[in-house]
């Protein structure tokens, strides 16, 4: 099976009428480690976040364009990774997520701008011993075996954890002989994380690690990398899942074609929007949806529409006075998905600031 | 807000020898399993010339005589350049194209892979797979075809016979670079027949050279495989007796000219973005 990038599951699947089931907020996560550092300059993007080493810039994007021909992958991006902390760069597909890593694993040069990983350049072979990356990969060689392929790529670097424990921390342990091939999607994407970790690297690059998986392998990997993360390791991961970037990161910085729109820990990138997702079977029509003082959105589901408002509660009066025969009512607070979409969608298409 | 910088030096890794050694014993080891384990590599390279000479030598012709030299014999060294070009151009371009356009070479870009060994492993293989094909020839001649290896001196020709088509690999595995940096994942197969199954034809490796057509055996002298076939029927004494120094100067100028084109298909990929 090819691991071709799988298109988006759609996120209302997920983070609309899944709310409830998610699992309860971790403190060692963002919400727990909440910034509370004041809002710098209009200029600042990088901020403190309590337990990281804020002296201490383990990767950087300075100021980089990258273009592939006429294409602007890249343009003025500013980004900086510090030690000990989970970033996640949060982007639709297209918005050069991918890009801006291989650029930080040092696979390609900027067309202008700086790239720093550990204060040098990422060509430098002293700095691959260190860093290990899991890249959204067409077709890894199918005829070797689990082991063989950790066996291969620990052998690269000067220090590595025994292949056990390897295998152990990427959930491999029963899949030590089967060949490449003869796995499934969540599992070649644990050995894909496998030979990402194998070297005990202190910088992880993640590239979209659970795109394609199902519900219960992204939860396993997130369990996979939330244990590297106590460990002490420094992860950049690039995801178009919100809930993932909410799970994982300390700090989300987040990406639309080409340039970074929005730096800040989850809490303050879903404060943008605190509304609410109201969800019911009505026959009232969109149109007249619409017109109820207070909606801001409304769109068809299925059988039912989905009405987005800052807040419910006058929006549901009039619903419920107008519509006597409403049915299969579900009110939710509005996940990432508006905040990001508030954001991708902002005309300036500027770097914005959060105020 | 201040930034501490370490003062990194762009250096090579410094690996003690034991540790580079096993680092590129392992990259050549897993790469012969690979390509080993995969029915259509194993099949295609390894049958074909052994089928061809099973067929033309054993079966039909095993009486024969070519210029002098028994058919079985004339065979092994035409159709060992034959398996040698297959077995060089299909473990190099069709790997090569597929891990550059599947990401997988980046994966491997992106760890401290000493980038020279993924290339010396291609290579290595390559020389042992033709190292192998060749053995097998050697196998069926001497079971089958009356090849004779019985005393020392002849023995002494198959060891140099051998030699030099597992030498002649190495202009074969840098033309499959070259290849497998121009050509796309699904197409390299495609594209490695198109140019090796008409090179062979024209070197005289199916039908003797000299009952090849007159402008045929003027293309002839272009090809590479012509040439490393010559100094392979040099030794069982059936080649045209030219000079064995032109044939290894045209070898080794294919093979340059094939590695750099490989260098600059490494440096375009540079900037190329992958799917």
């Known amino acids: ?355 | 807000m201040s930034t501490a910088t370490l003062a990194v030096t762009r250096t090579r890794i410094q690996r003690s020898p034991e540790h580079t050694a096993a680092i590129y014993w392992k990259e050549a080891k897993y790469e012969f399993l690979k390509n080993l384990r995969l029915r259509m590599y194993t099949a295609s390279v390894l049958s074909f010339p052994i089928m061809f000479y099973v067929l033309f030598g054993l079966v039909l012709n095993s009486k024969e005589a070519i210029a002098g030299t028994p058919v079985p014999t004339y065979l092994i060294a035409t159709y060992g350049t034959f398996g040698v070009m297959g077995a060089s151009l299909f473990g190099t371009a069709a790997g090569l194209a597929s891990d550059r356009g599947l990401g997988w070479l980046q994966v491997k870009r992106a760890s401290p892979m000493p980038p020279f060994a993924y290339f010396a492993a291609k290579v290595v293989v390559s020389m042992t797979f033709s190292a192998v094909i060749v053995l097998a020839l050697f196998a069926l001649g001497i079971g089958f075809g009356h090849v004779q290896i019985t005393n020392a001196h002849q023995l002494a020709k198959a060891v140099q016979l051998l030699g030099i088509l597992v030498a002649g690999s190495l202009p074969f595995s840098a033309m499959g670079l070259a290849v497998g940096y121009f050509t796309g994942p699904n197409s390299a197969p495609a594209t490695i027949n198109l140019i090796y199954l008409p090179m062979s034809f024209c070197s005289g490796l199916w039908v003797p050279f000299m009952f090849l057509p007159k402008v045929v055996r003027h293309i002839a002298l272009a090809l590479p495989p012509y040439h490393l076939s010559q100094l392979a029927l040099g030794v069982v004494g059936a080649g045209t007796h030219e000079s064995n120094a032109a044939h290894w100067e045209v070898l080794l100028a294919f093979t340059m000219i094939c590695l750099g084109i490989a260098r600059i298909g490494f440096q375009r990929d540079q900037e190329k973005m992958y799917g």
């Open chain 1, 1 to 355: 099976m090819a691991l071709v990038p799988h298109p988006p599951i759609r996120d209302d699947a997920i983070t609309g009428r899944e709310a409830s089931s998610l699992p309860p907020i971790d403190p060692m996560t963002s919400e727990g480690r909440m910034s509370i550092a004041p809002i710098a300059a209009a200029t600042e993007q990088f901020r403190l976040t309590p337990g990281s080493r804020a002296d201490l810039v383990v990767a950087s994007l300075e100021g980089v364009n990258k273009n592939y021909g006429e294409v602007r992958a890249l343009h003025g991006v500013n980004f900086g990774v510090r030690a000990g902390e989970v970033v996640a760069l949060l982007g639709p597909n297209g918005a050069g997520k991918t890009t801006a890593v291989k650029l930080l694993l040092g696979l390609m040069p900027p067309n202008a701008g700086r790239v720093r990983v550990f204060g040098g350049d990422p060509v430098n072979p002293e700095n691959r011993l260190r860093t290990g990356a899991m890249l959204q990969v067409g077709r890894v060689p199918e005829t070797l075996r689990v082991r063989e392929h950790i066996d291969l790529f620990s052998t690269y670097y000067q220090r590595h954890m025994p292949a056990t424990e390897v295998m152990a921390a990427a959930g491999l342990e029963k899949l030590s002989d089967r060949k490449f091939g003869d796995l499934s999607g969540g599992q070649k994407q644990r050995v894909l994380f496998a030979l990402a970790i194998c070297g005990d690297p202190d910088l992880l690059f993640l590239d979209e690690p659970t795109v394609g998986l199902d519900v219960e392998a992204r939860r396993l990997l997130w369990e996979e990398i939330r244990r590297m993360v106590q460990r002490g390791k420094t992860v950049l991961l690039t995801t178009h899942y919100l809930q993932e970037a909410d799970a994982l990161a300390d700090r989300i910085a987040v990406i639309n074609k080409g340039e970074i729109i929005a730096v800040g820990t989850p809490a303050e990138i879903k404060a943008k929007t605190s509304g609410k997702r109201i969800r019911c079977i009505t026959r009232l029509g969109l149109a007249e949806l619409r017109e109820i003082p207070g909606v801001s959105a409304a769109k068809q589901d299925r059988e039912a529409v989905e009405i987005h408002a800052p807040e419910a509660e006058p929006v549901l009066r009039e619903l419920l006075a107008r519509d006597l025969s409403l049915s299969g009512l579900e009110v939710t607070s509005a996940g990432l998905e508006e905040a990001f979409l508030a954001l991708t969608q902002d005309n300036s298409g500027n770097a914005r600031q959060l105020n």
